[in-house]
């Protein structure tokens, strides 16, 4: 790992890699955007994702999609893989996780623009697909999210 990125505090990237147990939100890390200067999309696809119902503890299977335009900050990629590997003995309604999911990136990257769809794989012979997204406040990126969700399939 290059010294600038290590300056950064990241810690996950080049280290042993070690599995959390446990939903934790504190595994995400972030560097900073070396092109602050222009708008691009960011899309990241976990197509091993795994949480738990909370009621009955069975397990739940999806692919996890986020997209984002950056601001300031980034997500590191392997910190956000141990980050998503940390819901697999959590209990959560699938809505929640995706719901989660983008909150915790939101208050480590502060993105001008957010969304995340989870693709869960059929129970019961029902798919569940929630998506969430964000835009931030009093900009474009707020129109954006708007007609992105009244144009969602």
């Known amino acids: 790992?290059?010294?600038?990125?290590?300056?950064?505090?990241?810690?996950?990237?080049?280290?042993?890699?070690?599995?959390?147990?446990?939903?934790?939100?504190?595994?995400?890390?972030?560097?900073?955007?070396?092109?602050?200067?222009?708008?691009?999309?960011?899309?990241?696809?976990?197509?091993?994702?795994?949480?738990?119902?909370?009621?009955?503890?069975?397990?739940?299977?999806?692919?996890?999609?986020?997209?984002?335009?950056?601001?300031?900050?980034?997500?590191?990629?392997?910190?956000?893989?141990?980050?998503?590997?940390?819901?697999r003995n959590h209990g959560g309604f699938h809505e929640d996780c995706v719901n989660r999911i983008m909150k915790d990136l939101i208050r480590l990257m502060d993105p001008k623009y957010i969304e995340v769809t989870g693709f869960f794989v059929p129970r019961g012979g029902i798919s569940i697909y929630p998506y969430a997204n964000y835009g931030r406040k009093g900009t474009k990126y707020e129109a954006l999210a708007e007609k992105r969700m009244e144009t969602h399939e």
């Not at 990125?5 to 900073?32: D, H, I, M, V």
Request: hydrophobic residues 30%.
């Open 1 to 87: 790992m290059s010294e600038d990125r290590k300056q950064e505090g990241l810690t996950a990237l080049g280290g042993k890699t070690t599995y959390s147990n446990t939903y934790n939100p504190g595994l995400l890390e972030a560097f900073e955007n070396l092109n602050k200067e222009n708008d691009y999309w960011v899309r990241f696809n976990c197509p091993e994702f795994t949480t738990l119902c909370p009621i009955t503890g069975q397990p739940d299977f999806a692919e996890i999609r986020i997209s984002y335009i950056p601001d300031v900050k980034m997500v590191e990629s392997k910190s956000l893989k141990l980050y998503l590997h940390s819901y």
